[in-house]
Structure formats: C-alpha cells, structure tokens
C-alpha cells in the first residue's frame, strides 16, 4: 500500500514562500504522475499542480501559475510544492496525490488513486 506523507506546511505572510514536501513509499513511484490539490475552509478541494512520471511535464492551476513550482526526485521519492508570492487566497489544506494509472497524470480528483493526510498552509495579510 503506498503512503504519502506532506511537511512543509505553517504560518507565512502574505508575499512569502513555503516549499510543501510528500514523501511516497512504494516502488512504483517514479512512473506516476503526482498531484497537489488544496481544500480551503468551507470550499470543495481543487486542483492546484501535476507533474508527470519523470518529471518533464508540469501543468499548473491559472491560480498559481507563475507563483508555484512543482518538482520530483524520483530517486528519493518526493515531489515537492515550491510556493513564492503567496496570497491571503492561497490558505488551504494542501494535498499530494499519486495518479491512479503508471504513465498518466491529471487535473481531477478520481484520476488520482492515494492521497496524503495533508498540511496546512495559512498566510495572513
């Protein structure tokens, strides 16, 4: 059973930077795609950034496009949320998730098969 586990999550003001973290376990992970999506209070969650298996095609939310970075070492297992110029609106709980099928990625919630527990990112004006 894979496990995803996220860290990097806290309390920022707004215009700084937060690097999220998941660690996956499993064998398989350098062949999926990886997603992060975000929840914030009283809304649905959301999509926010994907990248695939190695690493070569990322795909980002209008939201956080030139603000947000997405990135994977596969030899350790990780992909990694680089957020600069955070916003008020950013304040979510941020989520990894590995695609359910080797080789795809996506930007809906039933492509993604495991998901993270989650951390929490608050940025206050």
């Known amino acids: 059973q894979v496990q995803l586990v996220e860290s990097g999550g806290g309390l920022v003001q707004a215009g700084g930077s937060l690097r999220l973290s998941c660690a996956a376990s499993g064998r398989t992970f350098s062949t999926y795609g990886m997603g992060w999506f975000r929840q914030a209070p009283g809304k649905e969650r959301v999509f926010v950034a994907t990248i695939n298996w190695n690493g070569v095609g990322t795909y980002y939310a209008d939201s956080v496009k030139g603000r947000f970075t997405i990135s994977r070492d596969n030899a350790k297992n990780t992909v990694d949320l680089q957020m600069n110029s955070l916003k008020p609106e950013d304040t979510a709980v941020y989520y990894c998730?590995?695609?359910?099928?080797?080789?795809?990625?996506?930007?809906?919630?039933?492509?993604?098969?495991?998901w993270g527990q989650g951390t929490q990112v608050t940025v206050s004006s």
């Open positions: 998730a590995k695609s359910l099928r080797a080789f795809s990625t996506g930007i809906f919630e039933h492509e993604y098969g495991n």
